[in-house]
């Protein structure tokens, strides 16, 4: 069972209380290290190996719990974002989430057919997962590998595209150098599944679909949370500059430093 109703004797009162107990995994949040280009280009390769495994192995009498339609957090469903627009308050931010929704609509919905499909982690953010130090002997920088993966909620049917996309964004949050961080992740992406020229073409909107998604529903949900406003802000701090610089920057500017430095990067390695 995922949760528990307990009876809980505190002395004075006696409450019945959700119980949630969940395994242990060892290792460190990539959250408190800093992501260097190996360790990033470590996440794509992981990225993409996990959606493989559940896409060829995965067999379950109930997977098509996956299939979860109305689902906000799927980038399928990013013009559903329209109902909660009017949280973000700011007329320029309004507008290229506008923007975004529009872009999406008009180039990325047409080719969903060409995508190909697989089941989504879909919350690959910097706080899921876990990894290990992995420094050889002597070395001079501290190296870490990704030893596991957490939150498996928001679990749901997509394409390879979608998960590279989420990655790349929550990757983009805490990076000192958020650009380049995108092209190591995918080169590591590309080492297991190598992009089709659609899935290509449709990488920056889709980045840029997570970061509306992450940032217009955070606003939202402050709305209906205020008490719980600095964890529901976390992406927030950074998301809106790095959406802005995507926008101003376009699409291929932006796709030049990602293409360029997996190209780079795989060239060096």
């Known amino acids: 069972q995922n949760l528990s109703l307990e009876t809980i004797d505190y002395g004075?009162?006696?409450?019945?209380?959700?119980?949630?107990?969940?395994?242990?995994?060892?290792?460190?949040?990539?959250?408190?290290?800093?992501?260097?280009?190996?360790m990033l280009f470590d996440v794509g390769k992981m990225a993409a190996n996990i959606d493989k495994m559940l896409?060829?192995?995965?067999?379950?009498?109930?997977?098509?719990?996956?299939?979860?339609?109305?689902?906000?957090?799927?980038?399928?469903?990013?013009?559903?974002?329209?109902?909660?627009v009017h949280a973000v308050k700011e007329e320029e931010l309004q507008n290229i989430i506008?923007?975004?929704?529009?872009?999406?609509?008009?180039f990325v919905l047409p080719n969903l057919s060409c995508f190909r499909k697989c089941i989504n982690h879909g919350?690959?953010?910097?706080?899921?997962?876990?990894v290990e130090k992995n420094s050889s002997p002597g070395s001079i920088q501290e190296?870490?590998?990704?030893?596991?993966?957490?939150?498996?909620?928001?679990?749901?049917?997509?394409?390879?595209?979608?998960?590279?996309?989420?990655?790349?964004?929550?990757m983009m949050i805490e990076s000192n150098?958020?650009?380049?961080?995108?092209?190591?992740?995918?080169?590591?992406?590309?080492?297991?599944?190598?992009?089709?020229?659609e899935e290509k073409d449709a990488l920056f909107f889709l980045v840029n679909c997570r970061f509306s998604q992450s940032l217009v529903m955070a606003r939202y949900s402050v709305l209906l949370c205020p008490e719980n406003e600095e964890y529901l802000m976390i992406t927030a701090k950074t998301g809106w500059k790095h959406l802005k610089t995507l926008h101003n920057m376009g699409k291929e500017a932006v796709e030049k430093i990602w293409f360029e430095t997996a190209d780079s990067y795989v060239a060096n390695h």
Request: glycine fraction near 6%; include cysteine; charge should be negative.
């Open 12 to 38: 004075s009162t006696i409450e019945e209380q959700a119980v949630r107990l969940l395994t242990y995994l060892p290792g460190t949040p990539l959250a408190k290290i800093v992501a260097t280009p190996e």
């Open 143 to 170: 190296q870490y590998k990704v030893s596991g993966i957490l939150d498996f909620s928001d679990m749901s049917y997509g394409y390879y595209i979608f998960e590279l996309a989420i990655t790349i964004m929550y």
């Open 55 to 84: 896409a060829e192995n995965f067999q379950h009498p109930n997977k098509t719990c996956f299939e979860r339609g109305q689902f906000i957090w799927n980038l399928s469903n990013t013009p559903l974002l329209q109902k909660y």
């Open 98 to 106: 506008e923007g975004v929704i529009t872009q999406y609509e008009t």
């Open 123 to 130: 919350d690959l953010n910097d706080h899921n997962i876990l």
């Open 177 to 197: 150098d958020p650009l380049h961080a995108g092209g190591y992740v995918l080169a590591g992406f590309e080492s297991v599944i190598p992009l089709t020229a």
